[in-house]
């Protein structure tokens, strides 16, 4: 495995104590090597130094074993390289074997994939058992994404691709297709006119940390929407697939991602909500705003915050909204699936919530577990309701260990597993979809809605559903 980008801050944190725990529980074939590239010029000792700095305190202290951390270093080696320096690559060239079956992971820039596969290729590194994991951000706009793509392609067939979301690669995501798929309670109501609306929120509690420089850039519709939360909109809406076989499920993400309602300039100022944090307090320690994050330009309109309506133009869910929502600096960490199933037809119980609908809340983090909410009878004389939940705990459920999404994803890569990374047509869809709503924004020229940090984003957000009649889960 050879990491571009083996010195950078998602290597330190996320890939190689993913990569350790893949090694602790055996899951690295036996004569693994993996070769950090990066543009400092450490000695092979000085980067063991930075892997024992910066990468052991991002693995859960129980898995911490002297033996196997040591067994794990010694798979390591470092070439330095800069990569738009043709000729360094022959120092990779050099530090690998010629039979080795090679996988490149690309965690830099993506303005650099394009120069790093033109050199792999050029210095004979790429063959057909060669595998290419990309990290997102692929691109800024569909040009940019699909630039990428046609570079890649060059030199990778579409099977030797792995395009990574890391929400992908969660237990509770997978999960889902197993809920709607595995269980044959919900398919005839997972429709219109069952359901109501479908709300799937990610909020954050963290901010933009040290990342301004990026994510000044780019703004949570681009870092958020067009990935993350669009593929679990995929996964809520599509249709069942033939098989699991990575072009079935793929084949049907995509026609979801297809279906999506374009939208026009006045439909973007109605149905997208713009936010951005401005000082506040999260449980109960105050926190900055975003203007006043180090390396934000001053006066930035970089969305922190966004909500929007999207509509998917299929019979399955005509005229069902769903209501996506992702920001930074919100009260809790909390990812969940809100499904809003429609009203009673009728009451004839009198004291009954007028206009109640059942919901199946599927929380996928930080806790993992679905709620189905229903009426039940209050004990006691008459016959008055209360909302109740029947309630599964997949925590307590299944004990065992749950392995991150990065471990997950990269044992899916060594062996060869496709079903849980993008396939290239998915992410074109994704952005063909999103540009109009990034240049309507520009058209609109309008500021994002501040929102107090510790709130869950502005007022507007929650106008969005009201006007409908309908509320976000955490207002009901
Ligand atoms: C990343 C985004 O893709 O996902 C970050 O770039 C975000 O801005 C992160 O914080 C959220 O991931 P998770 O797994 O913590 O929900």
Known sequence: MIIFGGGGDLSA???????YM????????????????GRKDFSRDQYLTFID?????????SALDKQAWDRFLALFDYVRIDVVSSSDYANLVAASRPEAQRVFYLAT??????????????????????????????????????????SVGQYFAESQIYRIDHYLGKETVQNLMVLRFGNAIFGPLWQAPYIKNVQITVAETVGVGSRAGFYDQTGALRDMVQNHLLQLLCIVAMEPPVS???????????????SLRPMTVSDIARNTVRGQYTAGAIGGEPVKGYLDEDNVPPGSRTETFVALRAHINNWRWANVPFFLRTGKRMPKRRSEIVIDFADLPFSIIPSGPRNYGNRLIIQLQPE????LQ????EPGSGMHMLPVNLNLDLQQAFTGRRAEAYERLLIDVIRGRL???MRRDELEAAWTWVEPILAGWRELDERPRTYTAGTYGPAASSALMAHENMSWAEEM
């Not at 210095?123 to 046609?150: F, M, T, W, Y």
């Open 368 to 371: 993992e577990s679905i709620q």
């Open 109 to 150: 820039s993506p303005e650099l994939f394009t120069t790093i596969c033109d050199n792999l290729a050029a210095c004979g590194l790429v063959n057909e058992q060669s595998r290419v994991v990309l990290e997102k951000p692929l691109g800024h706009d569909l040009a940019s994404a699909r630039a990428i793509n046609a």
């Open 53 to 61: 700095e910066h990468s052991r305190p991002f693995v859960d202290s």
């Open 13 to 19: 944190r996320k890939l190689l104590p993913a990569l």
């Open 374 to 377: 229903m009426l039940a009878k």
């Open 244 to 258: 699991l076989d990575p072009d079935a499920v793929r084949d049907e993400k995509l026609k979801v991602l297809r």
């Open 419 to 421: 079903t849980h990374f």
């Open 22 to 37: 893949a090694h602790l529980h055996g899951n690295l074939p036996a004569d693994t090597r993996i070769i950090a590239i």
